[in-house]
C-alpha cells in the first residue's frame, strides 16, 4: 500500500520583527517544516519500515522556496515529492482551506493511496482543517487529531485514538481509504542524516501546475481576503520588569511573597 | 438570509462551557444581521442539553435525536439538512477538537467559505469580517469572508456567556439520515495520564517550556522547584518527548491549572497551553523573545533569558 502525507512549509515570525504598512517584511520570515506534518511523514515512513506500506509519498502546495523544506522530507525517508504552484496561487487563494484540497484531491486521485496522513494544524495559520476538507472533497473517511492508529487490511479499517479536550481520548474505527490528521507525541520524529540530506538534493521534485491538475482559474477566485496585520492587544496592566537577570530575579520573588507561594 | 445557525458541543450529557460562549456570541451576531439565533443540539439527550441552552438572545432551539455520542458523519448530515431547511446567513461553531473533525466536512458539503479559530467578528459592507492569530500568536489577521453564507468556528475564553432564562421554544427537527454513508463508528472513550503528580492542586506551578533546550537543562528548574516547594508542569514539546508524564501537561489537552503563582518559563503561550492557565491568579513569564504571547497574558513579564534568571531567583530564594 502507498502512503501520502501532505506536507507543508511554514513561516514564522523572527523574535524582533516590525509589521510595516499592514504586513511583515519577508526579512522577518523564517521558513521550516510543519511541525505536525514531521510527525505525520515520520508515522507513514515507519509503516514503510516495518513493510506494511511500500511507498511514501509527500504532496505540497508551495513556491520554489518551498523546495528546500521538501527536500528535508525526502531525506527523513520520503521515496518521492509532489509540488504544486503556479503564481496565481500568491496572495488569497490559499486562505481558503476548499483551494488547497481542489488542489490536492486529484494528486491523491492519481496517485491512490490507501491513507493520506496530515498535520493537525498547521504552525503559521492555523486553520487545522486541510486534512478533512481533503477527505471530504475525495469522498473518503477521515479522522481528526490522531494520537494513535491501527490499520485493519483485513477489514479494510483504521482504528484511530482520537485526542479530546482535557485528557480523554476518542476510539473510533473508520472504513478506508481514509486520511488522518496526526498530533503531535505520536511518534518520535528522527532528525534527517547528512548522507539523507546529499542524496534528497539530487532527487527530483514533480512539481505540477493548478491547470496540468484539472483545477480551474475560477476555483481559485478568493472568497476570503486577508487585511491587515496588527499585534495583539496586551492585556494592558501587564508590569514589564527592566533590569538585569538579578534585577529580574529580586522582581519575581517580591511578588512570590507577595502572592504568600514563598516565605520569608 | 440573515439568521445565524449555532451548533453546540456537548460530551456525555453535558453541555460544554463553550457552548454558552457560542450563544452569546451568536446572540451579538445575529442582532448585527438583523436575524434569529437558531441553536442545534445534535445526539446525546438532547433535549435536557436543549433545557440549559434556553438563554437571552435565542430564538429557537432545534433538537436532533439521532446518536448517542458525537459521531463525525451523522454531524455532517444533521448539519447539511438543518442547513437546508433554516438557510442561515452563518453557521458557527466552538473551536473544539470534534469541530475539527466535521466543521471542514460541513464546509465542503454545502460549498460554503470556512474561517476557523476566530477571536472577533464583524459586520462590514464587505461581509463578515472575523480576527484570528498568525504566526503562533504574534500577530492577528483580519480576514473577511466576502460571500454569505459561510461557517465559522470561534475560539474558546474569547466571548461572554449567554446569560439569563428566556422562553425559548423547543422545535424537534427530523431528517432521513443515510446510514450507508455512515463510515466511522465510535467504539467508547479512555481517559489519558492519571500519572504521578496532581497539578491542578499546586498553589505554585512552574510550568516549563521548549525554551529549556535539552532534558538536562531541567536542573535549573528542579532547583527552584526544590527551594520554594514548587511543582513542576510542562507544556505539551516537554511531554511528546517523553521528558514528562503526561498528568503533568498543562493545556486544552492536559490539565486546567487554577495555582495562586503559575511561573511560565520558556513557554511561548500557544492558545492550546493558555486555555489551561487562565485560571491562575498571577502568571509571570519569563522569555527571551518580546513578542511571545505569554506576555499578552502575564501579570508579570520578564523579558530575559531563563539560564541567566531562573539560577538567580533560586539563589536569592534560598
Ligand atoms: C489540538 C491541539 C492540542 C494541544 N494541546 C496542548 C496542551 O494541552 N498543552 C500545550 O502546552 N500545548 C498544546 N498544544 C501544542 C501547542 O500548539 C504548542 O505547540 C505548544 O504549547 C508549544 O510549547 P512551548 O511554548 O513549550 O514551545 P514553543 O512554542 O517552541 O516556545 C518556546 C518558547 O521558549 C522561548 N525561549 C527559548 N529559549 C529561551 C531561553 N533561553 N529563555 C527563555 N525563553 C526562551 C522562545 O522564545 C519561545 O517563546 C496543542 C496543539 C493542538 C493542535
Request: proline fraction near 4%; include cysteine.
Amino acid at each position: 500500500m502507498k502512503i501520502l502525507v501532505t506536507f507543508a512549509e511554514v513561516a514564522a515570525v523572527a523574535d524582533n520583527f516590525e509589521i510595516e504598512d499592514g504586513a511583515v517584511a519577508d526579512r522577518y520570515l523564517e521558513y521550516d517544516l510543519n511541525e505536525w506534518d514531521e510527525y505525520a511523514l515520520e508515522a507513514a515512513v515507519s509503516l514503510r519500515e516495518e513493510g506494511i506500506a511500500e511507498e511514501v509519498v509527500t504532496v505540497t502546495i508551495g513556491p520554489e522556496r518551498s523546495a528546500d523544506t521538501i527536500r528535508m522530507a525526502l531525506a527523513k525517508g520520503a521515496d518521492r515529492a509532489i509540488r504544486i504552484w503556479d503564481d496565481d496561487l500568491r496572495g488569497d487563494p490559499l486562505e481558503d482551506v476548499s483551494t488547497r484540497a481542489a488542489l490536492m484531491a486529484p494528486v491523491v486521485e492519481a496517485e491512490a493511496p490507501t491513507l493520506v496522513l496530515s498535520g493537525v494544524q498547521a504552525a503559521d495559520d492555523g486553520y487545522g482543517s486541510t486534512g478533512v476538507s481533503l477527505a471530504r472533497t475525495l469522498g473518503w473517511q477521515w479522522g481528526a487529531v490522531v494520537n494513535d492508529f491501527t490499520l485493519d487490511r483485513e477489514a479494510d479499517s483504521v482504528r484511530v485514538r482520537r485526542e479530546l479536550e482535557g485528557g480523554i481520548e476518542e476510539i473510533t474505527t473508520l472504513s478506508l481509504p481514509a486520511v488522518l490528521t496526526i498530533q503531535t507525541g505520536i511518534n518520535d520524529p528522527r532528525y534527517a542524516s547528512l548522507r539523507g540530506l546529499q542524496e534528497a538534493q539530487a532527487q527530483e521534485i514533480d512539481v505540477q501546475s493548478p491547470a496540468e491538475l484539472g483545477v480551474w482559474a475560477d476555483r481559485l477566485e478568493p472568497r476570503l481576503e486577508r487585511g491587515e496585520l496588527t499585534e495583539p492587544p496586551s492585556r494592558g496592566d501587564t508590569e514589564y520588569v527592566e533590569g538585569d537577570p538579578p534585577e529580574q530575579a529580586t522582581a519575581i520573588a517580591d511578588r512570590l511573597l507577595e502572592a504568600g507561594v514563598v516565605q520569608e | 438570509m440573515s439568521d445565524v445557525l449555532a451548533v453546540v458541543e456537548h460530551r456525555r450529557g453535558e453541555i460544554r462551557d463553550v457552548s454558552l460562549e457560542l450563544l452569546g456570541a451568536g446572540a451579538d451576531l445575529a442582532d448585527d444581521l438583523d436575524g434569529e439565533l437558531h441553536v442545534a443540539v445534535i445526539g446525546g439527550n438532547a433535549e435536557a442539553i436543549a433545557d440549559r441552552l434556553d438563554r437571552d438572545g435565542v430564538d429557537v432551539i432545534h433538537t436532533i435525536a439521532d446518536g448517542a455520542e458525537f459521531n463525525h458523519d451523522v454531524y455532517v448530515q444533521a448539519v447539511g439538512a438543518l442547513y437546508e431547511a433554516l438557510e442561515p446567513a452563518v453557521v458557527l461553531t466552538p473551536h473544539t477538537v470534534n469541530a475539527l473533525d466535521y466543521v471542514p466536512a460541513v464546509a465542503v458539503d454545502l460549498d460554503l467559505p470556512l474561517v476557523t479559530d476566530v477571536i472577533d467578528m464583524e459586520v462590514s459592507d464587505e461581509g463578515l469580517q472575523t480576527t484570528r492569530s498568525l504566526y503562533e500568536s504574534k500577530i492577528d489577521a483580519t480576514v473577511t469572508i466576502t460571500e454569505r453564507p459561510c461557517v465559522v468556528t470561534l475560539r474558546p475564553g474569547e466571548w461572554a456567556r449567554a446569560t439569563g432564562v428566556g422562553s425559548v421554544p423547543v422545535e424537534d427537527f427530523e431528517f432521513e439520515l443515510d446510514e450507508s454513508a455512515v463510515g466511522s463508528r465510535v467504539e467508547g472513550f479512555e481517559e489519558a495520564g492519571t500519572g504521578d503528580v496532581d497539578v491542578t492542586a499546586a498553589d505554585f506551578l512552574i510550568g516549563v517550556g521548549r525554551g529549556i533546550g535539552e532534558a538536562e537543562n531541567l536542573s535549573v528548574i528542579e532547583d527552584l522547584a526544590a527551594v520554594t516547594d514548587a511543582t513542576i508542569a510542562a507544556s505539551r514539546p516537554l511531554v511528546d518527548n517523553g521528558w514528562f508524564d503526561t498528568s503533568r501537561q498543562v493545556g486544552q489537552s492536559g490539565k486546567t491549572v487554577s495555582p495562586d503563582v503559575y511561573l511560565a518559563v520558556g513557554i511561548s503561550g500557544a492558545v492550546q497551553h493558555v486555555a489551561g492557565i487562565k485560571g491562575a491568579d498571577t502568571i509571570i513569564a519569563v522569555n527571551t523573545d518580546p513578542h511571545a504571547p505569554i506576555f499578552d497574558i502575564a501579570d508579570q513579564a520578564i523579558v530575559g533569558d531563563l539560564f541567566d534568571v531562573i539560577p538567580e531567583l533560586t539563589e536569592q530564594l534560598r
